[in-house]
Every structure is written in structure tokens, then in C-alpha cells.
């Protein structure tokens, strides 16, 4: 029979469709198994904003474009890879006979319980629809995965098999869940099988993907499918919503429950399960109008490559890969080398040229060019039209005023001048796919577009949030590992499926919130002092082919430190540090003892879980959780939060996230308290970097040829330090000068 050999596309914007034939058709003749046929099609070509000037009734698709659609009628296939080898394998009809392609099991189920009974199915699944041999393909079908997934009709979701009470949950979502009207009736304990059963669902394996992400942000339209059984992904995404707003209620269902193990905790962190963060990261992607087209991409590469860290893929490469059609710098971009053309632009206004001109800045929200205020706003397709057409007025042109032709010239040549910036810039702004490529490559490609592009002055942020997957070769310390990410999936023998997202480290404290299209630091050490003369090692130096130089200043060492903070608990020895004895010699709590403000501030980072300000009660519930401790135990916050009330829970919850694995010190020179990773010690130094918002921990070390470099240990809060004030410090004076750090 033989194995399937792949033809070349013969043209960019070509992709295959695989036509899974009816089962009972098939089997007639050919016998048992999974039987289809693979062929070219082109995907239809992008279309092009409406101008505002445009009289819509008067548009008229071409004749020939909507035989090219009806004829691309087709479905993709979202689904969990898994990590077993290819080992079965279907048939693909080649003239008259067939061929195999060698696919994982799991493919199979779903090929079979996707395929229908007589007709034949038009899908588009990536195992089989790309050659995954070939990694020039690869590349050019990764960079169109946004076109794929778009135009298919429908993505079809595969879950899995039925267990778990799956079908159970799925007949929840789409009866009970989705009807607001029974909200309160279903968060009862007469339904806490079937939120036991959706949790379960929620758990699955396709929610942990990467790939996924974009997969479900583009789609029309999507299906959950789970063995033989589906819900629309609108009812599913619905019901995920409303369990997450009301998961501490609901969760309440479960306290008197032996099933639960009478735990507070059954279901985990519902906000931080792959199914929640899914439906969060898709509602804040795009913006998109009344036709459910994307007007505006919302998130920086950067954002997305870090808040999506938890999604896995077994391929390194693809932690970025797989979101790159998401961005809003990258969305338009995302090309093999050798598609560079002035189609994949999308342009945006360079700051500089506004402020070279003393004009101010106006957009239109769908893809628009940057013009003077007062003038029309103009579509990035119009700036080859003649400029008669651009001015959208009602005066014939020989009624405009002298100064408005004046206006308008000027205008003009902003175009040609903006162009020309854009095209000198365009190299930097474009991320290129390379499977060939070594990871480290892709990590430097990654760190120099996020540099280059990153808004606001904060861009070496991006060193403190966790993203890099984890791999059996070692990485310099300045590429920061998934691994030491807040939360991960863990077995559970009584939880939802057997398993449970729970927290196994602290919050980044940077980038804690969202404004607008990016994500804005709470915090701001560094003043205004972008990262500019940053610079990798030499690869020719041997010594410095793993190195990064970024600029900064050392504001301190670390002085005396404590032990780590386990589970989010306060030990008892961080109370001497902090030179406050709650409790007397006889382990009697103090009454006129209150906790001093420097010492709560630092346990919660100064702030709220959402970056605001610290709430003006977190004193008084820092003093309630001393009043129900112990000198021996210190604050167990995990024990405090199963018997508070929501007030103070919420406060538990956030020293929790800031101390839970950090350690708490007091800097040598400046002795203010502060909170560094677990690995930090004694005499490490303090710094601020240019560009990133936030101290960060640093240690000294020397090499063979007496050279010194710095392993990058992690970011810290040091109070009073997080606004500017260091970099007050350090224009007072004269011996902290700013010094070129290599980091390794």
C-alpha cells in the first residue's frame, strides 16, 4: 500500500482539506478503518477595510469569490496531541487505490466519532493537513493559522471520550447553566453533582494546550465535542463565566460534603484553571464589531507570550509560535522571510513624527494611519489614492481654501515620510518563523522584538515574568522559566476529574493590570528610564555567547534574610525581623501591639490583587490574623482562610500570592524591609535596571579569566523603593553610577 507523499503548494495562500468519507460508504468496500481524501485549496484572499466614504449597498461580491467560498466550506479540528508516538494510521484515496498516513491514537477517536455515517466531512486537521516533515511548510502554515482557523465555518473542539460524568455536564451547560433565570435554583446542593462533573470537564487535557488559544479566538463559530455528544462553545464558555464569578458560593455547596473531604478548596483555584483563563485571555484579545469581525487587536506579544505561560506545547518554539497571530505587533507580520512584502504592514503612527511636526496624534480604531488633527481620518488601504480622493468633504476642490490645500500637501507628505519610516523599520517589527532555529535563538528573537516594541518604558519587565518552557538544556538566568509560575495542575484523588489547579508560587509583582491594549506595571522603580543601550554577548566571545548587557545602578545588599515563606504562611522569626513582638514572653498576644505599617505593607506588596492601592482595612486584618495565631506557628493562612469571613479572605488570599516562596530581608544600607525570591542570600545586590518597573536581586560572580558577570536571581520588593524614589537616591549621589550589568 505505502505511505502518503505529500505535494508542494504552488502558491502561498494554499492549504489542504481533508475529506473524511462516511463511515458506512467506506466500509463497504475498503473495510475497516478511517478513510479520506486530501486536496489543495486556496484560502480566500483577505478583505479590505470599508472606507468610511463607502456607500455599503452599493458593494457587490465577485461572482467568482463566493464560488471560491462555497467550494472552501470547511471545519477545523481542535484537538490534544498528546505525547505518544504516530503509530496507527489512516487511508488516503490516491487515484485508485490508497495510501496511509501515520497518526497518533487519539486522532483516530476523533476521526471517527467527527465522521459521518454516509457524506463525506471537509476538515481541516493539522496532523494531517500539514506535511509535519517538512519544516519549511511547517513554518508557512503556522504564519496562516490565523486565516485557517478564521475561515473555517466551525472549529470543532475534541475533549475526549465520555468520563467523568461528562455527559452529565454537558447536558448542564446546555439546559440549566445558560439559562440566567435558574441561576440561584442550580447553586444548590441539589446540583452539586453536575458542578462537580462540569469542574471535571473543565480539567481536561485540551484546556492546557497553547495552540488552542488562537484556534478558539479566531473561530466563526466553534462546538465542544466530548465522545458522540456537543454543546455549542458559546453555552460552554457562558457556563465557565458564571462558575468563576460565583465559584466561592458554589464551592460552599461542597464544605459539608465526605465526598470533598469537607475542603473550602474542592475545585482549586477556579480563576486559575486552563478553562477560566481561556475564556479570560478570549474576551480580552480582540475588539470586535457588531459582525464579530476583529476591529482591534488588544495585547502586545509580550503580554501574551507571559499571561499564556501556563498553556504547554511540546514543542519549545511554539510557546511563542502559537500566539503570534494574536498580537496586535505582530498579527499582520507573522510571515516566513521570504513573504516580506509592503502588504503584511500594518501601520501605526511612529511617535517621532508627531512630535517632530508639533501636531497632535488621531486614529481610527480599525487599522488607521496617523494624520494631524482636523483632517480626515484615512484608512491604511487609501495612502496610494490620489489625495483629492482622501479628503472626505463636501466642497467640490475648487472650493477649498488655500489653507486646507496647504493642510492637505502637508498631509501628503506625512504619508510618504510615515511610509518611509515604517519601511525602515519594518525588519525590526516583523517575528519570523523558523522551526530550524535553535530555542535559545528564538529566546533572543523573542527579548529583542519585546525591546524593540514594548510600549511605555517599562520593556525589561519582561525578564521578570515567568514564560520559558522547561527543557533539559540549561538557559541563562535571564530567561525566565514557566516553572516558576503561580499555579500548576496537580492529582487530586478527590477533586473534579482527579486533578486540582492549586498555587505553587507567588504573583509577579509586575505587570498586575490591564489599561487600554497592554499591561501597565503597578509599580515604578526605574522612573522613566526605558532600556535603550541593551546588547547580547558577543557570539564570537565564548565566554559571552549566553550574555545580556543592560544598564542600572546598585541601590543596595541584601542585609539579614529569613527563611522562605511555605504555603503562604508568616514564620515567627519574620516578626523579629521586622522588630515587632506581637505576643509576650508567655505567648499571650500583646492588646496594645499593633502591627507596624511597614511590616503589612511589605506582606502584601503595597498593594491590592489587582494592582490598586493597598486597602485601608488590610491593617486591621493583618492585626485579626495575629489575634488567631500563635509565637510558635506564626500566621497559617491557609488554616485562617477555611474559617473567615470573605473580607478577610480576600486579604489572606493576597499576602498569600506576594510572600508564598519569597523570603523576607532587611537591606544593609537603606534598612528597609523587603521580599526576594527563595534563592536569594545574603549580600546579593539590590538593583534597578533601566526599564523594569520593579528592584531586582542580583549576585556577583567571577570567572576563570577574572571577568565579572551577574546571574539574574529574580525581581524583589523593597519598601519606599518601588515609585522612584532610588532613582532620587541616585542622583544625589555622587558613588552610585549607572554601570553596564553582563548578565548570565
Not at 508557512?140 to 468520563?163: F, R
Not at 488559544?213 to 458559546?234: L, M, N, P, R, Y
Not at 534563592?679 to 523594569?692: E, M, N, P, T, V
Request: charged letters at 25%; hydrophobic letters at 35%; a neutral charge.
Amino acid at each position: 500500500m505505502g505511505g502518503y507523499v505529500y505535494k508542494d503548494f504552488k502558491s502561498k495562500n494554499e492549504i489542504r482539506v481533508l475529506t473524511l468519507l462516511g463511515r458506512n460508504t467506506v466500509n463497504r468496500t475498503a473495510g475497516n478503518g478511517v478513510y479520506c481524501e486530501l486536496h489543495h485549496r486556496s484560502l480566500p484572499p483577505k478583505a479590505k477595510p470599508t472606507r468610511p466614504s463607502q456607500n455599503l449597498s452599493s458593494c457587490h461580491e465577485d461572482p467568482q469569490h463566493v464560488e471560491l467560498k462555497e467550494q472552501m466550506q470547511y471545519e477545523a479540528v481542535s484537538w490534544t496531541w498528546g505525547g505518544e508516538e504516530a503509530k496507527e494510521s489512516i487511508f488516503i484515496k490516491v487515484g485508485n487505490g490508497w495510501k496511509t498516513i501515520e497518526v497518533r491514537s487519539n486522532l483516530i477517536k476523533v476521526l471517527e466519532h467527527l465522521r459521518n455515517a454516509e457524506t463525506p466531512r471537509q476538515l481541516w486537521v493539522d496532523a494531517v493537513c500539514i506535511n509535519q516533515k517538512d519544516d519549511a511548510e511547517k513554518n508557512l502554515q503556522v504564519a496562516m493559522m490565523a486565516e485557517i482557523y478564521g475561515n473555517a465555518s466551525n472549529v470543532c473542539i475534541w475533549l475526549g471520550e465520555h468520563k467523568d460524568e461528562s455527559l452529565r455536564a454537558l447536558g448542564f451547560i446546555a439546559k440549566s447553566v445558560s439559562d440566567l433565570g435558574m441561576f440561584e435554583e442550580i447553586t444548590t446542593a441539589t446540583f452539586s453533582a453536575e458542578w462537580k462533573a462540569l469542574a471535571a470537564l473543565m480539567n481536561r487535557p485540551w484546556f492546557s494546550r497553547r495552540w488552542v488559544v488562537q484556534e478558539i479566538s479566531h473561530a466563526k463559530d466553534a462546538t465542544v465535542h466530548c465522545g458522540d455528544d456537543k454543546v455549542k462553545w458559546s453555552d460552554f464558555e457562558t457556563a465557565v463565566s458564571l462558575f468563576e464569578r460565583d465559584a466561592v458560593r458554589i464551592s460552599k455547596i461542597f464544605h459539608g460534603s465526605e465526598t470533598a473531604e469537607y475542603d473550602r478548596e474542592f475545585f482549586g483555584e477556579v480563576p486559575a484553571m486552563g478553562a477560566t483563563r481561556l475564556v479570560q485571555a478570549k474576551s480580552k484579545l480582540f475588539r470586535r464589531d457588531d459582525e464579530n469581525s476583529i476591529v482591534e487587536y488588544r495585547l502586545h506579544l509580550s503580554d501574551l507570550v507571559t499571561e499564556l505561560s501556563h498553556f504547554e506545547a511540546n514543542n519549545p518554539h511554539d510557546m511563542i509560535y502559537a500566539v503570534l497571530s494574536l498580537a496586535k505587533d505582530t498579527h499582520s507580520k507573522t510571515v516566513p522571510k521570504s513573504h516580506l512584502n509592503e502588504d503584511n504592514i500594518n501601520v501605526e503612527a511612529p511617535e517621532e513624527i508627531a512630535q517632530a511636526n508639533g501636531t497632535k496624534r488621531s486614529f481610527d480604531t480599525a487599522q488607521s494611519l496617523w494624520i494631524p488633527d482636523g483632517q480626515a481620518t484615512v484608512g491604511a488601504n487609501d495612502l496610494d489614492e490620489p489625495r483629492s480622493k482622501r479628503l472626505h468633504t463636501d466642497q467640490s476642490r475648487d472650493e477649498v481654501t488655500s489653507d486646507l490645500r496647504k493642510k492637505a500637501l502637508a498631509t501628503n507628505a506625512m504619508y510618504k515620510l510615515h511610509k518611509k519610516a515604517k519601511e525602515a523599520k519594518f525588519k525590526h517589527r516583523v517575528f519570523q518563523v523558523d522551526y530550524k532555529q535553535d530555542f535559545f535563538d528564538v529566546c533572543k528573537q523573542f527579548l529583542d522584538f519585546t525591546l524593540q516594541n514594548a510600549p511605555g518604558h517599562n520593556n525589561l519587565d519582561i525578564l521578570c515574568r515567568p514564560w520559558a518552557p522547561k527543557e533539559k538544556v540549561k538557559r541563562p538566568s535571564w530567561i525566565p522559566k514557566a516553572a516558576d509560575a503561580p499555579f500548576e495542575m496537580r492529582p487530586a484523588r478527590y477533586a473534579p476529574g482527579g486533578q486540582q489547579v492549586s498555587r505553587k508560587n507567588h504573583d509577579p509583582l509586575v505587570c498586575q493590570s490591564y489599561s487600554g491594549s497592554s499591561s501597565v506595571s503597578s509599580y515604578n522603580a526605574c522612573r522613566s528610564l526605558r532600556a535603550r543601550d541593551w546588547r547580547f554577548g558577543d557570539f564570537k566571545d565564548e565566554d559571552q555567547t549566553q550574555s545580556l548587557f543592560v544598564k542600572g545602578f546598585i541601590l543596595d545588599q541584601i542585609g539579614v534574610i529569613e527563611t522562605y515563606s511555605q504555603l503562604g504562611n508568616v514564620p515567627p522569626e519574620w516578626f523579629e525581623l521586622a522588630e515587632w513582638y506581637p505576643w509576650d514572653h508567655n505567648g499571650r498576644r500583646s492588646p496594645d501591639s499593633h502591627p507596624p505599617e511597614r511590616l503589612w505593607r511589605t506582606l502584601v506588596a503595597d498593594r491590592g490583587p489587582k494592582g490598586a492601592s493597598a486597602e485601608v482595612y488590610y491593617s486591621k486584618a493583618f492585626e485579626y490574623a495575629i489575634d488567631n495565631s500563635t509565637p510558635h506557628s506564626g500566621v497559617e493562612t491557609t488554616v485562617l482562610a477555611q474559617r473567615s469571613n470573605p473580607i478577610l479572605v480576600e486579604f489572606l488570599k493576597r499576602m498569600m500570592a506576594v510572600i508564598w516562596n519569597r523570603k523576607l530581608f532587611k537591606s544593609a544600607v537603606h534598612e528597609q524591609l523587603g521580599l526576594a525570591p527563595k534563592k536569594a542570600r545574603q549580600g546579593d545586590s539590590i538593583c534597578i535596571l533601566h526599564g523594569c518597573s520593579v528592584p531586582v536581586v542580583l549576585r556577583q560572580h567571577i570567572s576563570l579569566s577574572g571577568t565579572k558577570h551577574y546571574e539574574f536571581v529574580g525581581e524583589c520588593y523593597l519598601h519606599t523603593m518601588m515609585d522612584g524614589k532610588a532613582v532620587d537616591i541616585q542622583e544625589d549621589n555622587e558613588s552610585s553610577k549607572t554601570v553596564e550589568f553582563e548578565l548570565r
